[in-house]
């Protein structure tokens, strides 16, 4: 299966600043999702990611608080933008595997925003 | 909508002791239902799912899970659980005709196997 190497896996970051993360797949994926997760908590999907097209954002995200890049079918990158102690939280993302119906994770980003 | 109960906030099972974890779901059409653990400061791993075929579904670290349509469910489940396997377990759900093919999880539920 698809193996998804993600960075930072923790970051302190200053209120008001921004934080891209990276995730990148091992081979090519058609669908990237980005979740976010409190500690403990369940995952709530932020935006699907895929290649070629503008991401597609759940009720309650924007593309101005958190844009997405997808330029490739191994690459993506979630931006989370003019920071506030509210966005601490742990973010993953997701490949779906187009053979086999699987979907894999990055190993998270631990954000706090002081 | 697409939907997961896991009505389990944490499930407590002395090691050696058969362990089930519940979820059920609610989908439009048929659906992919999928199990996740995740330890400490990890990521998610995937156990197993269910597209279609044999209810019955093996996946990884000796666990298994039934498909059940006519309840909805598809619950966990180990013949004996070990103390490594103390960790947050999710549910997902996936409806098989969703345009997006966007996982939708369960609350989570939390392991602890005892020695």
């Known amino acids: 299966s698809a193996v998804i190497s993600q960075k930072p896996s923790r970051d302190i970051c200053q209120r008001g600043t921004s934080l891209t993360i990276q995730c990148q797949v091992d081979s090519q994926v058609t669908m990237m999702f980005w979740y976010r997760q409190q500690p403990g908590q369940s995952l709530t999907l932020i935006a699907t990611a895929n290649q070629g097209s503008e991401a597609t954002y759940e009720s309650g995200f924007v593309i101005d608080k958190f844009p997405i890049s997808r330029p490739n079918l191994t690459f993506s990158t979630l931006t989370v933008s003019n920071m506030s102690p509210e966005d601490s939280s742990i973010y993953l993302c997701?490949?779906?595997?187009?053979?086999?119906?699987?979907?894999?994770f990055g190993s998270g980003t631990r954000l706090t925003v002081v | 909508a697409q939907s997961v109960a896991q009505p389990e906030d944490q499930v407590n099972v002395a090691e050696g002791n058969p362990l089930t974890v519940k979820c059920t779901y609610s989908?439009?059409?048929?659906?992919?239902l999928f199990w996740y653990v995740q330890y400490p400061n990890r990521g998610l791993q995937f156990l197993l799912k269910y597209i279609t075929g044999d209810n019955l579904v093996k996946g990884s670290y000796g666990f298994e899970a039934e498909f059940n349509k006519s309840q909805t469910s598809f619950h966990l489940k180990k013949p004996s659980a070990l103390v490594s396997d103390s960790a947050l377990y999710f549910c997902a759900v996936r409806a098989s005709n969703t345009g997006f093919q966007k996982l939708v999880f369960g609350t989570g539920t939390r392991l602890l196997v005892s020695p």
């Open positions: 989908v439009s059409g048929n659906p992919y």
């Open positions: 997701s490949a779906r595997q187009d053979t086999n119906y699987g979907y894999t």
